[in-house]
């Protein structure tokens, strides 16, 4: 099974490409770092697996249709597209700026809505498909200082739900995976505290593997 992964270079989306391809699927990963990018398809390709990377900025339509494509074309076609590529900021609405609140929205929310339109004709195309939507526990139970955060998973569900109404009948199956805390460096507020408790980006990975077999 071929599949792309958004944000793969670091965090949650690595941990998910890795987990993938170790588990026999083919990964495409996209992300904006291609030195990072890089380092991932090495790991996976010196452990055995399939990966072929592209570096693009989600929150451009044209360059994230462009990228999809070629990834799709390296791996000899697409069956699924797991959009993990995210912003996580905590910071009251009291807080936040402006500015912040654009990148989160046009990452998490905008950034999302440009994949998976890029992929969605394949799958209408062959008839199959799967989209697997990365929210977050802040996409059904916000915590304070996560209005922004919450905001965008609260998003991500929504889309993830009405998506499935209008692409159902083309054999295209979407999913909603809701992950609690994760032990990254950017879900971190305290360097220093015990995150031995918390989800593993690699379990996150697990997950979606069950979920597309």
């Not at 008839?127 to 922004?148: E, F, M, R, T, Y």
């Not at 929504?158 to 460096?185: M, N, W």
Request: net charge neutral; hydrophobic share 40%.
């Amino acid at each position: 099974m071929k599949v792309i992964v958004t944000g793969a270079s670091k965090g949650i989306g690595k941990g998910i490409a890795s987990y993938l391809a170790m588990d026999g699927f083919t990964v495409g990963g996209l992300a904006r770092s291609a030195d990072l990018l890089a380092d991932l398809r090495a790991s996976i390709t010196e452990g055995g697996g399939r990966c072929h990377v592209a570096a693009c900025d989600i929150r451009d339509p044209d360059d994230t249709e462009r990228s999809i494509h070629a990834l799709a074309d390296a791996m000899a076609g697409v069956d699924a597209l797991v959009n993990n590529a995210g912003i996580v900021l905590r910071r009251s609405v009291w807080d936040i700026r402006p500015e912040e609140w654009r990148a989160l929205i046009e990452t998490n929310v905008t950034g999302l809505f440009h994949a998976t339109r890029a992929v969605l004709p394949r799958f209408r195309d062959q008839q199959s498909g799967h989209v697997i939507n990365i929210s977050s526990i802040s996409g059904k139970v916000p915590l304070p200082g996560g209005s922004a955060y919450a905001a965008s998973k609260f998003a991500v569900t929504g889309f993830s739900h009405s998506l499935l109404q209008e692409v159902r009948e083309y054999g295209i199956k979407v999913t909603t995976i809701f992950p609690g805390s994760v032990d990254t460096a950017s879900h971190r507020h305290d360097p220093t505290a015990d995150a031995s408790w918390k989800v593993t980006p690699e379990e996150i990975g697990r997950a979606c593997a069950f979920v597309l077999r």
